[in-house]
T-cell receptor
């Protein structure tokens, strides 16, 4: 079957760095996206990696290793507003995204 | 620039009933995907519409059907509702059929089946 595995919960303090890992098993893999979702809100796009390596967007970076079927999201200089759920999503074929189970990030003061 | 809108915000139905959910994509977008998100889970892909046709479908029964209109807006229909259909239904729009990778999600419709 097709699946993406993420840790269920991560806790860190303000100003720290946190890494959220994602391992995937999908057919027709095109790339890996990351989305942030606050409680009661809609998922918002953070990044997309089609090729191996690191993509940096401000405080957030995302990494992909296709050979290891693995990726991660790196959040630097954590802020309270970063407390949310984070989902990796594999692009499986041209049109379809398969989402992971989500990682709930708690940022402590 | 209008974002993705969905209606209604909340809906309560009973088992066996039918429901229609609506989505207007972000201005300039032509592709609409529908997702079901159960509490505490990630969104699950239902199907995607492009040029008024269903282009790909996830693992959902035929009770789930959809439509896309010439103005790119879309409807999701669910027949013979089951208790397990209770979830947040999300619509996501994008530009181009898979050519662009950023999806914009609407606020969702919370469906409760009693």
């Amino acid at each position: 079957g097709q699946s993406l595995e993420q840790p269920s919960e991560v806790t860190a303090v303000e100003g720290a760095i946190v890494q959220i890992n994602c391992t995937y098993q999908t057919s027709g893999f095109y790339g890996l996206s990351w989305y942030q979702q606050h409680d009661g809100g809609a998922p918002t796009f953070l990044s997309y990696n089609a090729l191996d390596g690191l993509e940096e967007t401000g405080r957030f970076s995302s990494f992909l290793s296709r050979s290891d079927s693995y990726g991660y999201l790196l959040l630097q200089e954590l802020q309270m507003k970063d407390s949310a759920s984070y989902f990796c999503a594999a692009k499986s074929g041209t049109y379809k995204y398969i989402f992971g189970t989500g990682t709930r990030l708690k940022v402590l003061a | 620039d209008a974002g993705v809108t969905q209606s209604p915000t909340h809906l309560i139905k009973t088992r066996g009933q039918q429901v229609t959910l609506r989505c207007s994509p972000k201005s300039g977008h032509d592709t609409v995907s529908w997702y079901q998100q159960a509490l505490g889970q990630g969104p699950q892909f239902i199907f995607q519409y492009y040029e008024e046709e269903e282009r790909q479908r996830g693992n959902f029964p035929d009770r789930f059907s959809g439509h896309q209109f010439p103005n790119y807006s879309s409807e999701l229909n669910v027949n013979a509702l089951l208790l397990g259909d209770s979830a947040l239904y999300l619509c996501a729009s994008s530009l181009g059929q898979g050519a662009y990778n950023e999806q914009f999600f609407g606020p969702g419709t919370r469906l409760t089946v009693l």
